[in-house]
C-alpha cells in the first residue's frame, strides 16, 4: 500500500463531514494538504464552505486550490477541523507538530465543534512516545526550558529525557514557528501518563504550547489501500 494512497483515502473520507456553508479548520502537514486541495475541487464544484488555515504554508496551499478563506479573527464558530498527527492512541490521544504548526492547530481544533484526525496505518500507536514530542518555547531563556522539560519528563515517568533544540533549513539556525518561537523536540520514547506531562509542560514558563493533543479528536480517520477505516470517539 502507498502511504500517499492511504492519507488521500483517508482525506476523502474526511470529505463526509463537511456541509455547505461550514468555516473548515484546515489542518498543517501532508495528510492536511490532501484535504486541502481536494476540499478545493468540492469549492469549483459549488460547495460554500470558508477555511481556516492552521499555518502559513496552509493558508498558501489554500489559496491555490481555490479555498476561501476566513480570518481567525472574524470567526465566531468553526464546524469542524481536519487535521494529521504523527502518532496516535486507542484514546484517540495525539502527538503533533512534525510541521511546527501545533500551536494554531491546537487553537483551532480545540474551538472546533468536530475536530477530525487523518492519517495512514502508521499513525495509530498502543502508547505515544515513539515519535519526538515537540514543544513550541520562547527563545528568551530556552535553555533554562529546556532543563525545566528534562524534569518533567523524568517526573513523569518517561522513557527518555532528551531534549533538543529543532534545526531550521540552515542547521546554524533554529527553526522559527509560525508565531516567532521555536521548537523544542522531546525524545520521550514512551509517554505513561500523557495527561500529567501535558500539566507539567503547561507549568513551566517559556513553554507556550506543547504537542499533546489529548481528549479532543472525536473521529480518527485511517487510510487503507482502496477505503479508510472510521472510528468515532464513544
Partial sequence: MSADTAKINAAMAALDYVREGMTVGLGSGSTAAHFVRLLGERVRQGLVVLGVPTSEATRSLAEAAGVPLVDIER?????????????????????????????????????????IVIGD?????????????????????????????????????????????????????????DNGNIILDAAAQMIPNPHALAAALKRIPGVVEHGLFLDMARTVIIGRDEDALIQEKE
Fill in 75 to 115: 470567526v465566531t464558530r468553526i464546524h469542524v477541523s481536519v487535521d494529521g498527527a504523527d502518532e496516535i492512541d486507542p484514546g484517540f490521544n495525539l502527538i503533533k507538530g512534525a510541521g511546527g504548526a501545533l500551536l494554531r492547530e491546537k487553537i483551532v481544533a480545540a474551538a472546533a465543534d468536530h475536530f
Fill in 121 to 177: 496505518d502508521t499513525k495509530p500507536v498502543p502508547v505515544l512516545g515513539a515519535f519526538p514530542l515537540p514543544i513550541e518555547v520562547t527563545p528568551f531563556g530556552f535553555s533554562l526550558t529546556a532543563g525545566r522539560i528534562f524534569e518533567a519528563l523524568r517526573e513523569t515517568g518517561c522513557r527518555g529525557d532528551d531534549v533538543t533544540l529543532r534545526p531550521g533549513a540552515e542547521e546554524a539556525l533554529p527553526y522559527i514557528t
